[in-house]
């Protein structure tokens, strides 16, 4: 049997491989094993405008209307933002939004979708 580590949230220790990702058949739970080991090591912890705890592929909303440099536009207020990836730069995510493009935001002006 391999030696995958047993799931975060429920410490059920029937969890699998699925790609780059780490399955949890009880509760469903999906997650990195990168993401566990940086949260062992004590790394940063990114929390949304509210204090939620954000991950890599988490969906998110906009809660400000963002305006964009160069006169692209504006992101408005309650503009979901799907499969955001966490980065240790000026701006804390990367993400792609419908419409606009490839973009980075601050964690200050999203709210995480539960």
């Known amino acids: 049997m391999s030696a995958l580590p ?3 949230k429920c410490s059920s220790e029937y969890t ?3 790609g780059a990702q780490l399955v949890c058949p009880e509760c469903a739970h999906e997650w990195t094993a990168g993401a566990a080991d940086a949260a062992e090591e004590g790394a940063r912890v990114y929390r949304d405008a509210v204090g939620n705890v954000l991950q890599d592929g988490d969906t ?3 809660i400000k209307d963002l305006k964009l440099k160069g006169g692209g ?3 408005k207020v309650g ?3 799907k499969n955001i990836r966490l980065v240790d730069a000026d701006h804390d ?3 792609k939004i ?3 493009g490839a973009m980075s935001l601050k964690t200050e002006f ?3 979708v539960v």
């Open 98 to 100: 419908e419409g606009f």
């Open 93 to 95: 995510i990367d993400c």
């Open 60 to 62: 998110v909303t906009v």
């Open 73 to 75: 536009g504006v992101v």
């Open 79 to 81: 503009t979901k933002v």
């Open 16 to 18: 699998y491989e699925d």
């Open 6 to 8: 047993p799931c975060p």
């Open 110 to 112: 999203v709210k995480k």
